[in-house]
């Protein structure tokens, strides 16, 4: 089933996407997203700050992920970082981005363009 | 660590506000600790990369963050548009109107006056020999610096003069020729002649075919070149145009290619048809052979653009140049002779722009055009902003509610802003094709004045700067106050002034009256400039002219070659002249050289008898040689002694006749009857005796002072001029004889025929020279009544929406007792003051404006009080009106209604 919203979308740019994937397990803040998403891929991917808020903003309009209006850990004690969450918008949008990739890769296995699992 | 984050809070500046707002705090903080982390592990590599990427952001993310807003407040704009389709659909034509009328007047301006010639190679490289002002040609003598060269001139410095690399010659004047395509009719088509370098020193390739060569300056190459205009219309483009046979004046001459399109040829503001080589001129110009001269005129016609070679300065060309044309002046006349002719001198001159007729002509009255169509464009602006204050105090509970929610003031002043500039884009757009549409009626009205301007439109860089400027600028005259007002609102005090029903600010009032006293006094200066050129124009039409112009007709006719043979012109004259006057209903006519309003020119150094010769030598007169009856015939008072008679001949004593100024120049008071005048040229003396004093008559211009001038009997003075106009007075209206004297010519002489004559009334030669002005104040008048129009609503308008904000202090008024005619009073006197103001700022706009346009009135001084007086009483006026109108409603308001609603 496909939503025309959801496929406006996509396919989601690689910020957009690795913050989802870092907001999955839990609420973040942006130097989280950010050292998140550098722990997974090893350093790879290194999100400046101008990318991951203008992505951010962008991702928030969209509706992809929401802001808390409060501080999910309550020992922090620095007021001024914003924490983000995905909302569920944005999970099935996630889920929709992986489903087009999952495609993508198993139609370059049929043809064997790589080898299959 | 504290430098560096104040580096990078100073790099967040180009982000958008509204986003640096929303996140520069979390990237400060991120980047701090991106730094600390960075600076800890002591991996300096890692801190360099970290300002590469800020650095990198810069150039990427924060455009992207930019245009995001920008495209953000377009939609918001374009939705509020749509919102209110009249308000914007209104406010989008009068800007289109405003911009349209100023960008066509623009683009005719730089047209003329500056733009370099259209298609032709590196005009910057032009150099001009002669004087690019003048048309025409002179038959005689000139001192000073050379207005045109003569062919033998032109031909001795393009091979003597070595510091051009290429010479060419076109002459100044364009002909209009009767040519027949193929053996049809006759059709009326403009050219010129032009030496076989012109294509080349222009660095013109031909869009078909092939254009002139040097060949073409040698024997008498029968070839035309064609434009690419005349090729479309005439010939729809057609390739097989080559080859085709044109006649012009009973010259066969076959078309050899065509010019690119754009390319209009040396002369600004004047598009030929086609061009042919100037060996050609004996065939196909009347006049004579102006390719051979000889002694004692010179005959000069021709202008002379050339290149300089590299290297070669304009000081060294001019010298050069001046070198080979004494030389050439020292053959002509004759070494013993050369004191006399050798204050004649070259003179060179950026080229450009070209030669243009009509640059000197037509700049003043552009110019001013150019400046009341700005003044309009302003008064538009000031109503339009006068529009969006009413419209933004509609507003104000939307604004406020967003003022109270938090919204950014910033962002609102930038999405007002973005608003007004979107009005302005679509009213800039829209005025492209306005001023494509008032480029073409503005060349027409132009033409009227110089029947040969001829422009077309083109969308150059110029011009394009100039929309654009335009359309900033309005944005920014229109939208600001406006936008000011909207931001300093106050949500609390607007949210309850909404709840109880009251709209608009006193300070938005206040403003609203400012811009409506501006374009008061924006108007008064239109007004007072179209009614001076009104006045001019209306004494132009009724000048003193000295003589009667009803009922004349004046008939020109080329001698052509039977000139040279003096016995025969006087018989032909006389016999012309005899017959003329016997033509049923024609009551009197005589004939002169000049005849009225051509722009003729004819002077003869002269001595007077009893006043001695100047310190300089002599002293010049203008005079004309004129056929029997003249003063009769044209009804300038006779003062003393005779007209001229049939008798005075070739033969008999010779006569003269002078007229006031003549006397009072040459004569000081002494009675001038018996006086003698003697003409000297070239060392040929020859005396008339004066028989007559006559009125002062303004023959040649209607602008100018008369002339002294003195009148010869045309068979007393020969002429090699070859045409004599006859002027005839009809008994009905002049145009009614004219087939008769056709008639009359012929079996006069077997060399002419009546197509040698060339009849019209005095009036077609008079239009032209107040056409200008005609022009001018029509366009004044149209854009004093619009900016008074504006002025007007826009007065109406203001006090409406204060009546309307004040209803219920009026009805507390008048629950009090007051009466309405008191109310009408009061509002009467309030706006008192913004007239008196607006009245006043306007009369000092007008007296500087008047001054600029001085040159340009007849008849009418720049500060003439009446004009001064009838303006500002029509302005007074119409402004009482727009406020009696709202006033008058107040009056009638019903204090219970009134008062129900608050």
């Known amino acids: 089933m496909s939503d025309p919203k959801i496929d406006s979308l996509l396919p989601l740019p690689t910020a957009v996407f690795h913050i989802l994937i870092a907001l999955a397990d839990r609420d973040r803040h942006g130097y989280s997203i950010m050292q998140d998403v550098a722990a997974r891929t090893g350093g790879a991917v290194q999100l400046s700050a101008g990318t991951l808020y203008s992505s951010i903003r962008r991702m928030l309009e969209q509706g992809l992920i929401e802001e808390l209006t409060k501080s999910p850990d309550p020992s922090s004690t620095d007021e001024r970082r914003r924490y983000y969450r995905l909302a569920r918008f944005g999970r099935r949008v996630a889920a929709a981005e992986v489903a087009r990739l999952n495609a993508l890769v198993q139609q370059a296995r049929a043809t064997g363009l790589v080898p299959g699992a | 660590m504290r430098r560096a984050k104040a ?58 963050e930019h245009w995001h807003v920008i495209s953000q407040d377009l939609r918001y704009a374009l939705r509020t548009m749509a919102v209110k389709p009249a308000f914007t659909t209104v406010a989008i034509l009068s800007l289109a109107v405003g911009i349209g009328a100023n960008t066509a007047i623009f683009s005719v301006w730089n047209g003329v006056l500056y733009a370099p010639l259209p298609g032709v190679h590196r005009p910057e490289g032009l150099v001009l020999v002669t004087d690019p002002g003048a048309s025409g040609m002179l038959r005689g003598r000139m001192s000073g610096a050379r207005r045109w060269l003569s062919y033998a001139e032109f031909e001795r410095l393009r091979d003597h003069a070595t510091g051009f690399s290429g010479l060419m010659a076109s002459q100044s004047r364009l002909n209009t020729w009767q040519v027949r395509v193929d053996g049809g009719e006759p059709e009326e088509t403009s050219g010129r002649l032009v030496s076989g370098g012109f294509f080349a020193v222009l660095g013109v390739h031909p869009a078909i075919g092939r254009l002139f060569t040097t060949t073409e300056d040698r024997g008498e190459p029968a070839f035309a070149v064609v434009s690419h205009a005349y090729w479309q219309r005439r010939f729809d483009g057609r390739p097989d145009v080559l080859g085709k046979t044109l006649i012009v004046r009973d010259t066969p001459v076959s078309i050899i290619g065509v010019t690119p399109a754009g390319f209009a040829g040396e002369t600004s503001g004047q598009q030929p048809d086609l061009w042919l080589p100037l060996r050609l001129q004996p065939r196909v110009l009347p006049g004579g052979d102006w390719l051979h001269e000889k002694l004692p005129d010179l005959v000069m016609w021709l202008h002379a653009f050339g290149r300089l070679k590299p290297g070669i300065t304009y000081a060294q060309a001019e010298a050069q140049a001046n ?94 802003v973005t608003e007004s500039l979107a009005l302005a884009t679509m009213g800039g757009i829209a005025a492209i094709a306005i001023a494509y549409g008032m480029h073409g009626a503005l060349v027409r009205m132009l033409q009227e004045a110089e029947p040969r301007f001829s422009m077309g439109f083109a969308f150059t860089l110029p011009v394009l700067v100039f929309v654009l400027a335009a359309t900033l600028m309005a944005a920014l005259v229109f939208g600001a106050l406006p936008a000011w007002h909207v931001t300093r609102i106050d949500p609390g005090s607007r949210l309850k002034d909404s709840s109880r029903g009251t709209i608009g600010s006193a300070s938005e009032l206040r403003s609203g009256r400012w811009l409506v006293g501006a374009q008061l006094a924006l108007s008064l200066p239109l007004l007072v400039g179209a009614g001076l050129l009104v006045r001019t124009v209306d004494n132009l039409q009724r000048p003193h002219l000295g003589f009667d112009a009803e009922r004349l007709l004046l008939a020109r006719v080329d001698l052509g070659a039977i000139v040279q043979d003096t016995a025969r012109r006087d018989r032909v004259l006389r016999e012309l002249l005899g017959r003329i006057q016997r033509i049923p209903g024609v009551e009197a006519a005589s004939f002169s050289q000049l005849g009225l309003f051509s722009g003729g020119l004819s002077t003869a150094g002269i001595e007077v008898s009893g006043s001695a010769p100047t310190a300089t030598g002599g002293r010049d007169s203008a005079l004309d040689r004129v056929g029997a009856d003249y003063f009769t015939t044209l009804r300038i008072p006779i003062l003393r002694g005779r007209d001229i008679s049939e008798s005075d001949r070739a033969d008999t004593h010779r006569v003269c006749i002078v007229n006031e100024m003549f006397v009072r120049e040459h004569f000081g008071g002494r009675d001038p009857l018996g006086m003698r005048v003697t003409t000297v040229d070239d060392g040929v003396r020859t005396t008339y005796e004066v028989v007559g004093v006559v009125g002062d008559a303004r023959t040649q211009s209607v602008r100018d002072d008369v002339e002294p001038r003195f009148f010869v009997p045309a068979e007393q003075r020969p ?107 009061m509002i009467l006197r309030e706006t008192a003051g913004l007239l008196v103001a607006g009245l006043l700022v306007g009369s000092a706009l007008a007296y500087v404006g008047s001054r600029m346009i001085a040159s340009r009135l007849y008849g009418v001084a720049p500060q003439d009080p009446l004009t001064l007086t009838l303006a500002t009483g029509v302005l007074l006026f119409v402004a009482l009106i727009a406020t009696y109108l709202p006033a008058r409603r107040a009056s009638r308001v019903d204090p219970m209604t009134a008062l129900h609603q608050v």
């Open chain 2, 719 to 825: 002429s090699s001029g070859t045409s004599r106009t006859f002027l005839i007075r009809t008994a009905s209206r002049a145009g009614s004889v004219i087939p008769a004297v056709r008639d009359a010519m012929d079996g006069v002489d077997a060399r002419l025929s009546s197509s040698d004559l060339d009849p019209a009334s005095i009036e077609e030669h008079m239009a032209p020279l107040t056409a200008d002005e005609r022009t001018i104040a029509r366009l004044a008048v149209v854009f004093g009544t619009v900016a008074l129009t504006l002025a007007a609503i826009g007065l109406y308008g203001v006090l409406s929406y204060g009546i309307t904000r004040r209803s219920s202090e009026i009805a507390i008024r008048m629950a009090l007792g007051a009466h309405s005619r008191g109310i009408i009073a």
């Open chain 2, 323 to 416: 070198a080979v044309f004494r030389a050439g002046l020292g053959s002509f006349y004759g070494t013993e002779r050369q004191d006399e002719v050798l204050d004649q001198r070259l003179r060179l001159q950026p080229g450009a722009r070209g030669a243009s007729a009509s640059r000197d002509e037509l700049s003043s009255s552009l110019t001013m055009l150019l400046a009341s169509a700005g003044l309009l464009l302003l008064i538009t602006c000031a109503n339009l902003a006068n529009l969006l204050l009413a419209r933004g105090a509609a507003r104000h509970p939307e604004i406020a509610v967003r003022v109270a929610l938090g919204a950014n003031r910033q962002r609102l002043l930038r999405q007002l």
């Open chain 2, 7 to 64: 580096v990078y809070r100073t790099l967040l500046y180009g982000y958008p506000a509204p986003f640096r707002h929303e996140y520069g705090q979390q990237m400060c903080l991120m980047f701090a600790e991106q730094l600390s982390e960075a600076r800890r592990t002591r991996a300096w590599r890692n801190e360099t990369a970290l300002w590469l990427h800020a650095a990198r952001d810069l150039f990427t993310v924060a455009p992207r």
